[in-house]
């Protein structure tokens, strides 16, 4: 069974702009959670969808902004990025999101913000 | 947030066992222990979770101790691909984890 993949794999991107990155999780898989990595504040989570909706939310900014579609791949988009968005953007997926159902990771989007 | 302490960084001669240590001594009575590792520059992970009985998958054992306010990660025989950052977690949602600065673990050939 594939895991679970994201794209595109890197990203560099200028202040200002925005960017909109994808996960596909494991077939099956209808949970899906993104976090945000970087090597000060480390792992935070910025939000989980199930079923097409928003479940829980981080404490990220409104420019972080994410969706989930019909067949549970998901997208998040940062708006007007700023250089501190630099880092690495993992997705995680799961087959529900029961309470301690196991996540399992993406390989990331490691994205670069000039 | 939930906390927990492990050292920072440990060697293991490969083909030995590793044990990794983690102190959560803030953890509640129904929260789980997870365990995940992280390779430089890949995505964490999953490794093995327990609540309150030791566990072993074919990765690893995790030995809990009876007041639970610790665990250990045992990797039975380590090899060099063993070579990764290992987090130690619980917190009050298993949907939002929080990573620690975790152990630099270094399987030495």
């Known amino acids: 069974k594939a895991g679970v993949t994201q794209t595109p794999r890197y990203l560099i991107k200028t202040r200002g702009q925005q960017v909109t990155l994808s996960c596909s999780p494991i077939?099956?898989?209808?949970?899906v959670s993104w976090y945000q990595q970087t090597p000060g504040q480390g792992l935070q989570f910025l939000f989980e969808y199930f079923s097409e909706t928003q479940r829980n939310k981080g404490n990220f900014p409104g420019r972080f902004s994410g969706r989930q579609f019909s067949n549970s791949r998901s997208e998040m988009n940062v708006s007007t990025l700023e250089l501190g968005d630099s880092a690495l953007y993992l997705c995680a997926s799961s087959i529900s999101p029961r309470e301690q159902e196991t996540q399992y990771f993406g390989p990331g989007t490691r994205l670069l913000v000039l | 947030d939930a906390k927990t302490t492990q050292p920072p960084s440990m060697d293991c001669a490969e083909g030995r066992a590793a044990n990794l240590p983690c102190n959560h001594s803030t953890i509640s009575g129904n929260e789980y222990v997870y365990w995940y590792r992280q390779i430089h520059s890949q995505g964490p992970q999953y490794i093995i979770h327990?609540?309150?009985n030791n566990e072993t998958n074919e990765m690893a054992s995790l030995i809990i101790t009876e007041d639970r306010k610790s665990s250990t990660l045992i990797l039975p025989h380590a090899t060099l691909r063993d070579t990764a950052v290992y987090y130690c977690?619980?917190?009050?949602?298993?949907?939002?984890?929080?990573f620690g600065s975790g152990t630099q673990l270094t399987v030495l050939p």
């Open positions: 327990g609540l309150k």
């Open positions: 977690l619980h917190g009050g949602s298993a949907r939002q984890l929080t």
């Open positions: 077939s099956g898989h209808r949970s």
